[in-house]
Structure formats: C-alpha cells, structure tokens
C-alpha cells in the first residue's frame, strides 16, 4: 500500500498568513493526488484534484502543487473560514491512502 | 444538487454485525463509482471501500478485506456497507461518498456513527 506522509500536524497562523501544508507518497504517484477541508459539522470538501487542478468554486488562494512523491497544498492569504482540517488523498492506486491530516489553528 | 444521506449507525456489540445504507439523490446514480470513509473519534480519515458504477468492481482497505462488503442498488440508488465481527477499534463516523472521473470523492455525506462496544 502507498503511504502518505502529511506534515505538520498541525499548524497556528494569523489571518492573511501564506499556509503550506505537505504530502510525501511511499512511492511515486504521478500527479494523482486529491486535498481536501474538513469542518466540525459540514460536509467534507474537495479543493484540489490531480495536484493542481482546482475544484470548481473553491477560491483561488488554494493551489496545489507537486507530482511523483511529493505535494503541496497553498493557502496564499488565510481567510477566517480556513481554519479547518486538511487531508490529502492519493488516487494512484488502491488502496486509497489518506495523509494523516493538518489542522490549521488561529494564532 | 448531489445529496448523500447515510442511516444505519448505532450501538452494536463486538461480533455483531450491521449494515450501513447511503441514499443518493440530485446526480445519475449508475454512472459513478462509490466509497465508503470512516473516521474514529478524533482521529483522521480512513478510506475504506470503493465500487464501480456497475456494481462489478470493489476494492478495499486490508484492514477491513474480509469483513466488510461494499454494494449497491442502482434501481434504487442506494449504497451499502455490510459490517461482520464488528471490534471497538470499527468505532467510527463512516460517510458515503461520490467519486467523478479522476475517480476520488467530490461529493460527501454528512456521516453516521457506529460505537462498537458491550
């Protein structure tokens, strides 16, 4: 099975802070690669596919980056409404892999 | 407007089973695989089964190849996850999910909680 290895576990930062988040596979996984938010009580919420492809309706300060072994999620200027847990998902092969998860707190 | 609704979640003993159901509206149910995630209490996601549009295809989590069984009803646009020898560590928010074409979730339910415990 692929590991993912996200990092940090978690993170403070202030709002309009740049936020980097970081997925390490076990082994190469081209660019096949999902992140996504979740907030207590909403439903989860994808924000990137294959990498770099920004899901429709998700704000442009989020961009992913990366191929192969490693990624990044981006937030460019922090808003309110991104403090939330963010996982990433490879979709390379199955087993689907989870990272273990980043939870972005206010500082 | 997709919506996933799961129901089925409760109380079961370890050993016991259940079954966990996903009712799937607002999208054309037939045409796209499904998954099965789960989340222990204040722990992170846990992907946990898949299967194709037509019901052909599943795959699985080693953890759980064996013990669960992932299914669907296309005529009724439902989905399923049957749960044996259920254990405490199965203790779990489970949410039926969507994939589209790069064959990830895009769409989530809201989860159901099963507490496996005597």
């Known amino acids: 099975d692929i590991q993912m290895t996200q990092s940090p576990s978690s993170l403070s930062a202030s709002v309009g802070d740049r936020v980097t988040i970081t997925c390490r596979a076990s082994?190469?996984?081209?660019?096949?690669l999902g992140w996504y938010q979740q907030k207590p009580g909403k439903a989860l919420k994808r924000l990137i596919y294959a990498a770099s492809s920004l899901q429709s309706g998700v704000p442009s300060r989020f961009s992913g980056s990366g191929s192969g072994t490693e990624f990044t999620l981006t937030i460019s200027s922090l808003q309110p409404e991104d403090f939330a847990t963010y996982y990433c998902?490879?979709?390379?092969?199955?087993?689907?892999?989870f990272g273990q998860g980043t939870k972005v707190e206010i500082k | 407007q997709v919506h996933l609704v799961e129901s089925g979640g409760g109380v079961v003993q370890p050993g016991k089973s259940l079954r966990l159901s996903c009712a799937a509206s607002g999208f054309n149910f037939r045409d796209y695989g499904m998954h099965w995630v789960r989340q222990a209490p204040g722990k992170g996601l846990e992907w946990v089964a898949v299967?194709?549009?037509?019901?052909?295809?599943?795959y699985y989590a080693d953890s759980m190849k064996g013990r669960f069984t992932i299914s669907r009803d296309n005529s009724k646009n439902m989905l399923y996850l049957q749960m044996n020898s259920l254990r405490a560590e199965d203790t779990a928010v489970y949410f039926c999910?969507?994939?589209?074409?790069?064959?990830?979730?895009?769409?989530w339910g809201q989860g159901i909680l099963v507490t496996v415990s005597s």
């Open positions: 999910a969507k994939e589209d074409t790069v064959l990830i979730p895009d769409h």
């Open positions: 998902l490879q979709h390379n092969t199955y087993p689907r892999t």
């Open positions: 299967i194709s549009d037509d019901g052909r295809t599943q």
């Open positions: 082994q190469g996984i081209r660019n096949d």
